[in-house]
Nanobody, 127 residues
């Protein structure tokens, strides 16, 4: 059974940094894609970043390019989202998700290809 557990959220001031972690278990297929998504109150879910596991393509939303980085620790089956220069607009509940297929530039952002989802971790950025 696939499980995704996020951690690392918190409250920071604008300009600060956080690192989110997504610990994954129960899968063994290196063709998976892992993604980070966020949803703010009253807003639609937004794709933040995704990575084809095993050294594949990486994609970012325009709103986070140059500020966020997605990385993978193979030994720990963990994917990280390194967030820098945080803004109040980044405030949201952040989810990680796992797809059983590879991500492409046009397929990942909606989240529809991701089958498994974590419970989320809250990020709050104050001005």
């Amino acid at each position: 059974q696939v499980q995704l557990v996020e951690s690392g959220g918190g409250s920071v001031q604008a300009g600060g940094s956080l690192r989110l972690s997504c610990a994954a278990s129960g899968y063994a297929d290196s063709r998976n894609c892992m993604g980070w998504f966020r949803q703010a109150p009253g807003k639609e879910r937004e794709g933040v970043a995704s990575m084809n596991l095993g050294g594949g393509s990486i994609y970012y939303a325009d709103s986070v390019k140059g500020r966020f980085t997605i990385t993978q620790d193979n030994g720990k089956n963990t994917v990280y989202l390194h967030m820098h220069s945080l803004r109040p607009a980044d405030t949201a509940l952040y989810f990680c998700a796992l797809s059983e297929s590879r991500c492409t530039s046009g397929s990942w952002g909606s989240g529809r290809i991701f089958r498994y989802w974590g419970q989320g971790t809250q990020v709050s950025v104050s001005s």
